[in-house]
Each structure stands twice: as structure tokens, then as C-alpha cells.
């Protein structure tokens, strides 16, 4: 029994280790001190945004190649053409960059509560894997199998953690900005403490626009200077921030995942795909 218990934490291990390593490092980086964070922000922004392509741009040339193979015989030229070039990869790029730079900034800005969700998320993405992939054995070529799982699991886990941010946001105490001018609340309550480096910068920025949502929303009931529209601004806000949150910190997972299962693929499966 605990030969096969010691198998099984192996295969774990091996299967998942590359995520739990991935999460581990994104905790390191929330921990930096601001100077040391502030010198690793542009070669840490680089590789977590490959790291965000290589999940993204593996999902769109799977949803491409399955439109091609519906619609175009294989020898077209178009079939060729159409499977994703240099647009799709800047395309992709930009994303990643994009969504990096929003995970990066906000895990610095994260309550230590919040971490138990993104350990549940991870988890959880973990589990559906195993799941989804001895479910799909019987039914999907081998070959797809990892990458239509992946692609499969992103938008059900990301909502379930912007769901849990949510609760967390509402949940743990804020600031108190009810008569303030919101000039006045950002210069209260937005921290200068990371100096004028480009990721004190985005640090302040994010600050800035977390303050205004909840100084919306406080304020909206008791002024009558501010309209009922301003609270839907504020929830707006406070959902897409905590969505393009859990879909960065997801697609960060996901991409890892993709990365480590092309550099571990073995030759055999390789020239299984590519027949």
C-alpha cells in the first residue's frame, strides 16, 4: 500500500509539479522587497507573458485548425495560409504582455487571504485535469487530449476564482471614503512607498483605480452629488478587474502547463500528431 501511495504522489509530482512550481514563484514575487522587485520587473514581465502566450497561442491554433479541417481540404494552399502566422502570434503577444503585466502588479497589491484562492483555483485546476483527461481517453485522438483539456478548463476556473476575488474584495475591510473628495481619498490612501520606479508607477495606477471603484460605491448612497450610476461603474469595475485577474493568473497556469507538455513530448507522439 505504500509502495502504490508513494506512485501515486509521484505521478502527482511529476504530472502537476511544474504548476505548483510556477505558483510558487508567482508568491515569491509578491514577497520582493520594492527595490529588488522593481530591477526584476522587466526580465519577470517577459517571461510570465510568454509563459501566458504559450497557453493562448496553443488554444487559438487548436480552435483555428479545427475550423480549417471542418471547412478546407488539407491540400489547399489556404489551409496552409490560414493557420495562424505572424498576425496571430503578435496578436497573442500583446495579450500575454498585457495580461502579465495586470498579474504581476496586482499579486504585489493581494491580501494574503486572497492566496487561499488562488491555491483552491490551482487545485482545482489540477483535479479537472485528471478528470477531464481520463473522461476524453476514450473519446479524443491521444494527441489532443492535454491541449483540449487545457483549452476546456480555462473559463470555468477563472470564473470560479473571479468569483471567490469578488466575495474576498466585498468581504475583507476597506478603506472607510464615505464624505471624502476622491482627490482627496487617492492622496489618503494611495501608497508612494515604491518610489518613482515603472512598477511603483503601475502599483499607484492600480491603487488608484481599486480606490475609485469602492470611493464609488461608498459615496454613491450618502452624496447626492453622486448618481446611482456610479455604484454600476464601481461593480463593473471591481467584476472586470477581479476577472481579468483570475483569467491572467488561470492562462499563467494553463501556459505552463502547455510549455512543460511540448518540451516533454516524446518523439512517438510527435509523429503521431503530425501524421
Known sequence: ???????????????????????????????????LASVLLLP?????????FA???????????AWLGQYLHASSPWHRRLRGGLFMILSHQLLGLLLALLLLVQLRLLSPVAWLALLLATLTLGWLQAILRRRM?????????PSLTRRLLVWPVGGLLALLLMFLA???????????????????????????????????????VELTQYWAMQ?????AGIDDWMVLIGWLVLLLSQSAFAWAFVRLLVGVDALCGRLTQRPESGREEST
Open 137 to 145: 481517453a476514450r473519446h479524443v485522438v491521444a494527441a489532443y487530449i
Open 44 to 52: 519577470a514581465w517577459a517571461f510570465a507573458g510568454q509563459l501566458i
Open 1 to 35: 500500500m505504500s509502495e502504490r501511495r508513494y506512485a501515486a504522489w509521484r505521478g502527482i509530482l511529476y504530472r502537476h509539479g511544474h504548476i505548483a512550481l510556477a505558483v510558487v514563484g508567482l508568491l515569491a514575487w509578491s514577497r520582493l522587497g520594492p527595490g
Open 170 to 208: 466585498l468581504w475583507l475591510p476597506q478603506p472607510y471614503l464615505v464624505g471624502l473628495a476622491w482627490e482627496e481619498a487617492l492622496l489618503r490612501h494611495v501608497s508612494t512607498a515604491s518610489g518613482g520606479t515603472l512598477l511603483g508607477f503601475f502599483e499607484r495606477l492600480a491603487q488608484a
Open 55 to 65: 497557453g493562448s497561442f496553443e488554444a487559438a491554433r487548436l480552435r483555428r485548425g
Open 219 to 223: 459615496n454613491a448612497v450618502t452624496r
